[in-house]
């Protein structure tokens, strides 16, 4: 599958990337950086794209395996190498799932599926990343 995306320089140090789906995200630097901070910086679209991931995952998983899911969020922490490249050296996700009845057991392999098998984005990452997990579980209110 061939994805496409074009970034466009607007001004300074800010940028705007098109998908090939056709949405578009703004990317700016820090003003001591020479930007306007009109949006994210380009590698915390890295991380937020990460999450959106494997929070697809997460969510996709559980509802397939029929499990009462109403809420998932995915908390990240990282850490850059301090030298350029300045690459992920560790990426903390930290799921918050909601829903009735839930099951750790359940919860825990949807994650392990995410992590291990099908979030492209953070088996990526883990190539220069010590990647982490963890999750909690709470009961929907009725």
Not at 18 to 46: C, Q
Not at 111 to 122: D, R, T
Request: with cysteine; glycine share 10%; charged share 25%.
């Amino acid at each position: 599958m061939d994805m496409k995306a074009r970034i466009k320089w607007i001004e300074n140090v800010a940028f705007v990337g098109e998908s090939g789906s056709g949405h578009a995200i703004v990317m700016d630097g820090a003003p001591e950086g020479g930007g306007r901070d009109l949006g994210p910086r380009p590698m915390e679209t890295v991380l937020i794209g990460t999450g959106g991931c494997t929070a697809y995952d997460v969510v996709h998983i559980l509802k397939k395996g029929r499990a009462a899911i109403t809420d998932c969020v995915v908390e990240i922490e990282a850490e850059r190498a301090p030298q350029d490249p300045k690459v992920f050296t560790r990426i903390h996700f930290h799921f918050v799932v909601t829903g009735k009845g839930l099951r750790p057991a359940q919860v825990e392999r949807a994650v392990h599926l995410s992590a291990e098998k099908y979030c492209s984005a953070s088996i990526m990452l883990g190539k220069t990343a010590a990647i982490s997990h963890d999750f909690e579980i709470r009961e929907a209110e009725t």
